[in-house]
DNA sequence: CTAATTTAGAACTGTTCGGTTAGATATTGC
DNA sequence: GCAATATCTAACCGAACAGTTCTAAATTAG
């Protein structure tokens, strides 16, 4: 019944599309965007040379299709750990948390594509994307604040604006010290502290005059 | 009387060996490690193909050069915009509008050397430098902190380690946004707030039971 | 002025890279 | 089974690249 799309007509492909879009991830991940070769990405992908370049085209158009299918799914997975349904504190800790996991995942090198790799790219699409996608990620975080202040979480002059910048911030912080190689465990311990200082109530100065 | 060490005896170098240094920092800052060439090397620094193979050795060795001189460079002026005398949030936001500001520098690429360009060089000496790197910056922000206990400008009980880290990460994650192209203007309006956060008193927690 | 020394400039070499082409292979339609 | 179609494997091609070599130029020592 699912066999809707009737099967093409010619040799059938020896590869998932998505799957090797997939494992061209993790080569653009381990060996950033200039360092990937083309054998690199034949050999990571699973696919032969002419069956790339046919089927996706050259390195960039890789690289976007990546880029887009990468950030779709840390988004929602992001979204998932800001918005289940958990005391404020514990949804921002688990966001930064996430962030930090995902960027010290075994197996993966260590950061993130969008953060580490893809602001590389000197491309005139990759940079327009990777805005949208930090406005996002604000846009998530300021969401969840205003969800907050519905809640009584937080009062209603609390400057979301302002605090969900900076807990975007400190997740690129953490991911970039993910990168040259800080241990999970710190990272996850400076997630808590982070969130429990983007929370404190705006204060009065402390030694006011001086 | 400064001519110390006499004149060396053959032709003399068309170049002078820093400057070459200080122009390959461009050619790295501006194209990245992979994507630097030693024609790029060789066109931006001034020298001669085989001079700089005689001189200076292979890519990786010039970086790890440059890597150095920069480092040297932006750890002495962030000491100067941290320990200046002033007050200790105006030190924390100098600190942060350093970071902004070399990192929207007009003629350089946006964003960071040490942070934008080192960590993707898999390299393990590399990777040591840029851990010792952080380490200092950490305890630099540290040092002012405890300055600032003795000054009384904040309690005896801040908790320095903790907002130390929190620092150099905010100063992460404002290079990393300045790299995928937000304007200055922003940049330095969150470096002053982030400088407020940080100094907030450890507080009680917001709504605390729920 | 001549020989020795060091750098500069240009050309050379083997390798890697991106992208394409040609022939073999697997599948559908009839 | 046979033609048509689409993919796979392997080889190929010109360009770019890293690193070296060879020769010309500039300087010092004597």
Redesign the interface.
Known sequence: MFQNTARPRGRPRSFDETGALEKATQVFWS??Y??ATIDDLVAGMGVGRPSLYAVFGDKRAIFLRVLKMYAEKKGALAAKALLSPQ?L?DSLAGFMRYAVESATEKGSAP?CLL???A??V?DAEV?KF??NA?AGGVALVEGRFRDGITA????SDFPVS??A??V???????T??A????PRKTLLK?AE??AD???????V???PG?
Request: aromatic share 2%; hydrophobic share 40%.
């Open positions: 060996k950033g200039d360092g005391k504190r950061g953060l580490c790799v602001p590389l000197d940079r990777l805005q930090a009584g979480e937080i009062p302002v605090r910048i900076q975007t911030d400190f997740a690129r912080g953490l970039m010290r990168q040259i190689g800080t400076d502290e982070a200082l983007v929370l404190l109530p705006r204060g100065p402390l030694a001086r």
